[in-house]
């Protein structure tokens, strides 16, 4: 193998790929990055067994070949090296991979690439002498590039991370032939986003397909997407057989450094029913209250301070309006160590007065992920879930439910 692409782009594919390298296991072999150079591109991948991801930089390639290298003591290297051309070579007799740039050299002592698990492709620029059992085959979508990435980020936060809850670590994405909709919940809180697709041409899927997606699995792909080109749309493949699905990003056409050609991730599918929600999410309120999402969120954040030493708890009172006065949203918050904060708040209020107390995160958290200037927050009563959605998106598109917390004592 003889190879030779920018210092930029390499640096890139491996920061990608990187994040799928596999910490803990006992197979040596996945502690590393593969790199293989065809067709005049170089092929970087990494799995852990439960993501792998390919990715695919533009290079000039002499001899094809493949060798697979440490993933920290490569990624370490091509980081220190200058914006430069990088020419590697590979002595298959020893396995050694040989790097020049500018005045540096180096030689890293690698594995077989036949060792290497396979990671399934999407099929794109599969040759008919590859192998193409490793072609993913199941319902294939085009997703738009930028709504999606939101989507994912609108969503992930409320997946559980306690690994103790496997299906809460999911995100149970339903995919239907005109909507696409995304749930996640960690039992106190409740994230829901769907969208409409309208896209000619678009697969038959039938009956409404439903998955269970790592939540971490997703974040990886909304982070990838970040560098990807938003006019073309990201390919979707789902194979219920393989329990698996893969997403395809492309990279910025027109630019030459710090960018790949393609990214493809597939992830396992969780195997496992996930809790039906719509049961938590309130059908009507009594209490109905508007306000501006960068006060509210900055007034929580003061109040988070206080918060932190008494259960992280802070309370809500919402007071409707008198005659030409507006409303008002009362935040408290008190620690016996450390003292109290009350942050008051203008706001529209429709309905009956309430007291009501939420966990200071996950208030924060939620109004973090409000992309309107307003938000609505509809309540029945202090001990029944509160209902955010941002104002000026449709009604059922973006809804975050959160769980209220009793007062301290």
Request: aromatic residues 4%; proline residues 5%.
């Amino acid at each position: 193998m003889r190879v030779s692409c920018l210092q930029e782009n390499l640096a890139k594919g491996l920061s990608i790929v990187g994040r799928a390298v596999s910490s803990r296991s006992t197979l040596p072999i996945l502690g590393n990055i593969l790199l293989e150079a065809k067709n005049n591109q170089l092929r970087l991948a990494a799995t852990n067994l439960e993501v792998g991801i390919n990715c695919w930089i533009g290079a000039k390639v002499e001899d094809e070949g493949a060798i697979t290298v440490p993933a920290r003591l490569l990624t370490e290297f091509v980081n220190s090296l200058p914006a430069d051309r990088i020419d590697m070579e590979l002595a298959v007799r020893t396995q050694t991979l040989h790097l020049r740039c500018a005045r540096y050299d180096a030689n890293i002592k690698g594995i077989e690439a036949i060792d290497f698990p396979i990671i399934v492709t999407s099929g794109v620029d599969v040759g008919e002498d590859d192998e193409q059992s490793h072609v993913l085959d199941g319902v294939n979508l085009e997703l738009e590039t930028d709504g999606l990435r939101k989507m994912v980020d609108q969503v992930v936060f409320a997946a559980s991370t306690n690994e103790s809850q496997p299906t809460l670590n999911g995100v149970e994405v339903t995919f239907n032939q005109n909507a696409l909709k995304m749930a996640a919940t960690d039992g106190v809180r409740l994230s829901v986003r769907s969208v409409n697709l309208i896209q000619d041409g678009m697969q038959d899927i039938g009956e409404p397909l439903k998955v269970i997606v790592p939540a971490k699995s997703l974040g990886e792909m909304a982070r990838i997407s970040a560098d990807a080109d938003d006019e073309k749309p990201v390919q979707v493949i789902i194979s219920e057989p393989r329990n698996q699905i893969l997403f395809q990003v492309w990279g910025k056409s027109g630019e030459s450094r710090g960018v790949f050609d393609r990214v493809e991730m597939v992830s396992q599918l969780i195997s496992a029913r996930f809790p039906d929600y719509n049961m938590i999410i309130p059908k009507g309120f009594e209490t109905r209250t508007v306000m501006d999402t960068a006060t509210f969120l900055k007034a929580v954040r003061v109040a988070s301070l206080f918060a932190r030493d008494s259960s992280n708890v802070v309370r809500m009172a919402i007071a409707p309006g008198n005659g030409a006065q507006g409303g008002q949203v009362r935040l408290t918050a008190t620690s016996a160590e450390m003292g109290d904060n009350v942050n008051e708040l203008d706001a529209m209020v429709e309905g009956d007065g309430l007291e009501i107390c939420f966990g200071a995160h996950l208030l924060s958290d939620a109004l973090s992920h409000m992309d309107q200037p307003q938000v609505v927050l509809e309540t029945t009563q202090p001990t029944r879930p509160g209902l955010f959605r941002p104002v000026g998106i449709g009604e059922e598109e973006y809804i975050h439910i959160v769980m209220p917390m009793n007062p301290p004592g």
